[in-house]
């Protein structure tokens, strides 16, 4: 039984059953399945006659929708497919299990903190998320430390039951981040209390360190992902902090990609361009972590400091406090207070920065707030607000993970975490949901709030105890906007999907498509694609623009990542990706790409082929910053394709266009096909205006 990694609510799939029948030499073979969504199951039967044994291949159809009778549903759920096989007395049993994603644009908020003894609280989902389609997770956690041991090692035990979209971290951005939160966390893990969490951290900064050396470009430098071929400094900045924590904390790390590393970044800092101050300060404190510091540089950046947006100020401010200038480290934390974040603008572009979530910046002023002012009143709020940050069990935006846990361990260390169990519930709306003990080392307890109760306003939720004791908690939300609603389809600047038959082939080689033979002004079309047989193929386009204004003079990199669903009964035909592509990543749903792009426009291709009969659907794409928080920029259309049986004609209309006519009329002309060679020529030459080299090369030829 063939079953596609993921479905789109809505689909109608004829699942192929391939069976292989040692058994009867003459007879029925019977089948009986079963599809259960939410509880709910639907079963057919039917008999398979054979007069030999050998293989033999059939079709079973399932509908991929919410049971009619249910006025409620989470964003997504599960189908379960059970097939049994009866030949003769032999009985075998296959069952299978896939994720039904909705067709909307994915909607995740967070709310949380640490809080003493009873709390209520009041939260509701946006008004354009679906009613009767919405989740929400509650998280409560006995300390502050298991809730950073489990991002680090159980960041699974806790995932939102909202549409499961992938991070937009990188490879090395997750790499990093677990490094730096691993070290930090094993210092304050104590191996005679907790020597299974110990043991694990110990093993995860050996893996993460060995990731990251083995990352590492012969030059020194690493990529944004890990994995591509594009430089990034901001990227080796923070992979070198990062193994600079952990030698620190005497685990081998070696030396040749220390010293590599910083031969990397003191030519990254000699290189910026001048008023790039926010690169060098982040390559500085790198050093500065490495151990090399550089007092005439950082002598420079203070004195320019009003010019430094707020990221640059909270890693100057670190920088000053590691090179033990407490003073003026002070100075820059107070100028970073009266800066507001999200009005900082490139000096050369007025772009609004691009470089960094608020995450990062908030986790880098902790850090040097307990450096420079432990006691100040800002220590305790900056804390409880990046707990309350996290999205699921992790923080999601461009490795600010790791900075934060290694912020909020140091914090932690100086707090009087609870030390005797208490009784603890957990009501929405007055009905108590969830009843428990919470053990300073037990672990985190996750309520799921039922979905009848979060369809009309906000649900009141409270947490009772009678203890005097802190705990931490995060109540999730997830849901979907419909593609109908105009939330879901903003940005149609930034980002245009197209999806059209593959190129046709002529004697095993792709036919040239498109209009660059055409002179003067043109109106250019694409194919629809509504159908394809199975093993037909399918081209898929994404065209974005850049997301800040360009400028020749300055070279931005913009750093998105792209999640564009494919319909389920198809699959990615690798070798065909093309594009700024850094990485992208295969998912059960669809492709993630990790865009690199310095140009106006960026393009990706790939092609599809269909694998498996059916009707389906593909959600709209996303397009996503990577390193700033805003989350979602824009999002497509959604797409509707049918798979017809192998060899089938498709209803779709094929329009040839004029390089195609121009290729197909030489091919034909060299083969002395000549009728057919004048009709591919003649319908060039009628229709369009083509260059005076192909004109008079058709002419010639007719």
């Known amino acids: ?357 608020t995450v990062e910046l908030q986790a880098v002023r902790l850090l040097a707030l307990q450096k420079v002012e432990p006691d100040s009143p800002h220590v305790k709020t900056v804390a409880e607000w990046l707990l309350a940050q996290r999205a699921s069990a992790r923080w999601k935006f461009g490795g600010a993970m790791g900075p934060a846990i290694v912020a909020l361990a140091d914090w932690n260390a100086k707090r009087n975490e609870p030390l005797k169990p208490y009784p603890l519930a957990v009501s929405v709306n007055g009905k108590e949901l969830k009843r428990f003990e919470v053990k300073p080392g037990g672990a985190t307890q996750v309520v799921d709030v039922p979905g009848e109760m979060l369809a009309g306003d906000a649900p009141e939720i409270r947490f009772l105890t009678s203890a005097e004791a802190s705990y931490v908690w995060l109540c999730q939300l997830g849901g979907y906007v419909p593609p109908g609603n105009p939330v879901a389809a903003t940005g149609a600047k930034l980002l245009k999907k197209t999806c059209q038959p593959a190129p046709r082939t002529l004697e095993g080689r792709n036919l040239p498509r498109g209009f660059a033979n055409l002179a003067g002004n043109y109106t250019a079309f694409t194919n629809p694609l509504s159908q394809l047989p199975v093993d037909g193929r399918a081209m898929v386009e994404l065209r974005f623009r850049q997301l800040i204004p360009f400028d020749p003079t300055r070279r931005q990199l913009e750093y998105v990542v792209l999640i564009d669903p494919i319909p389920a009964g198809t699959r990615v035909i690798e070798d065909s990706i093309e594009g700024p592509v850094e990485r992208y990543e295969i998912t059960p749903s669809g492709i993630v790409f990790h865009v690199v792009n310095p140009e106006r426009v960026g393009v990706i291709r790939y092609e599809l082929v269909a694998d498996i009969e059916g009707v389906y659907q593909a959600g709209p794409t996303l397009i996503c910053h990577a390193h700033r928080a805003g989350g979602l920029l824009a999002s497509g259309e959604r797409a509707k394709l049918e798979i017809l049986p192998r060899g089938a004609e498709t209803a779709d209309p094929y329009r040839f266009t004029p390089e195609e006519l121009a290729e197909l009329g030489r091919h034909h002309f060299r083969k002395g096909e000549y009728q057919k060679a004048e009709r591919y020529l003649r319908e060039l030459l009628d229709q369009w205006n083509v260059r005076a080299g192909g004109y008079h090369e058709a002419i010639r030829m007719l």
């Open 1 to 357: 039984m063939r079953v596609p990694k993921a479905f789109a609510e809505g689909d109608v799939a004829r699942i192929p059953v391939a069976i292989h029948n040692n058994v009867l030499a003459q007879g029925a073979i019977g089948l009986k399945w079963k599809a259960t969504i939410l509880g709910h199951t639907t079963e057919g039967q039917r008999n398979v006659e054979v007069e030999a044994k050998g293989a033999v291949t059939v079709y079973l159809p399932v509908t991929l929708a919410i049971p009619e009778h249910l006025t409620v549903a989470p964003p997504q759920f599960d189908v379960v497919l059970e097939l049994t096989v009866t030949a003769d007395d032999r009985t075998e049993i296959v069952r299978q299990t896939a994720p039904v994603l909705p067709l909307g644009v994915p909607v995740h908020g967070t709310a949380g903190g640490i809080v003493t003894g009873p709390k209520g609280i009041q939260l509701g989902h946006p008004a354009e998320t679906v009613a009767n389609r919405r989740s929400m997770q509650i998280l409560i956690s006995p300390t502050i430390h298991r809730v950073l041991l489990d991002t680090v090692l159980r960041p699974s035990a806790s995932e939102p039951l909202a549409m499961a979209y992938p991070s937009q971290q990188s490879y090395l951005e997750t790499a990093t981040s677990d490094l730096m939160a691993a070290v930090a966390l094993r210092e304050a893990t104590a191996p005679d209390t907790a020597s299974a969490d110990a043991e694990a951290l110990d093993r995860r900064i050996a893996l993460t360190i060995a990731q990251l050396v083995a990352s590492q470009d012969p030059t020194g430098v690493w990529t944004w992902t890990g994995y591509g071929n594009s430089a990034d400094l901001r990227s080796t900045a923070r992979a070198t902090w990062a193994l600079a924590l952990a030698k620190a904390a005497d685990y081998p790390v070696p030396d040749a990609t220390m010293t590599a590393a910083r031969e990397a970044l003191r030519n990254g800092i000699s290189e910026a361009e001048d008023g790039d101050y926010e690169s060098k300060v982040i390559l500085l404190h790198a050093m500065t972590a490495a151990g090399e510091g550089n007092f005439p540089l950082v002598n420079r950046l203070y004195r320019d400091r009003d010019q430094l947006s707020s990221i640059a100020l909270a890693y100057l401010a670190l920088t000053l406090a590691e090179m033990d200038r407490r003073e003026p480290a002070a100075e820059v934390l107070q100028l970073l207070a009266e800066k507001k974040p999200d009005q900082d603008t490139d000096p050369a572009t007025g772009s609004v920065q691009r470089s960094h979530s």
